[in-house]
Nanobody
Framework: QVQLVESGGGLVPTGGSLRLSCAGS????????MAWFRQAPERERQFVAG????????LYSDSAKGRFTISRDSAKNTVNLQMNNLKREDTAVYYC???????????????WGQGTQVTVSS
């Protein structure tokens, strides 16, 4: 079983950048498909980006394409999400998730982190 811990959230102005990190413990993240989701108040949790550890294949939501980059670091056992040109609508709690394959919906993830808050101010 793997434990996931997110970090890197915070308050950032519109147009700013943040880098989120998801650290794995208990098992190496290379055993899993990894993804980032986000959930805004009173909204459903939604897929943001995913990465296949085996071939470095990456998936992005339409809102993330061109602004966000997901990456993996085998040495540190982390998955990262670089977020640039942030918009107010990116404000949400961001969650790291792991599954047997890349989770693209909440019901396909087996493990979740506790989440990290990202707030984009105008």
């Amino acid at each position: 079983q793997v434990q996931l811990v997110e970090s890197g959230g915070g308050l950032v102005p519109t147009g700013g950048s943040l880098r989120l990190s998801c650290a794995g413990s208990g098992r190496t993240l290379s055993n899993y498909g990894m993804a980032w989701f986000r959930q805004a108040p009173e909204r459903e949790r939604q897929f943001v980006a995913g990465i296949d550890w085996s071939d470095d294949g990456k998936l992005y939501s339409d809102s993330a394409k061109g602004r966000f980059t997901i990456s993996r670091d085998s040495a540190k056992n982390t998955v990262n999400l670089q977020m640039n040109n942030l918009k107010r609508e990116d404000t949400a709690v961001y969650y790291c998730a792991a599954g047997d394959s890349v989770p693209v919906s909440p019901d396909t993830a087996d493990y979740w982190g506790q989440g990290t808050q990202v707030t984009v101010s105008s």
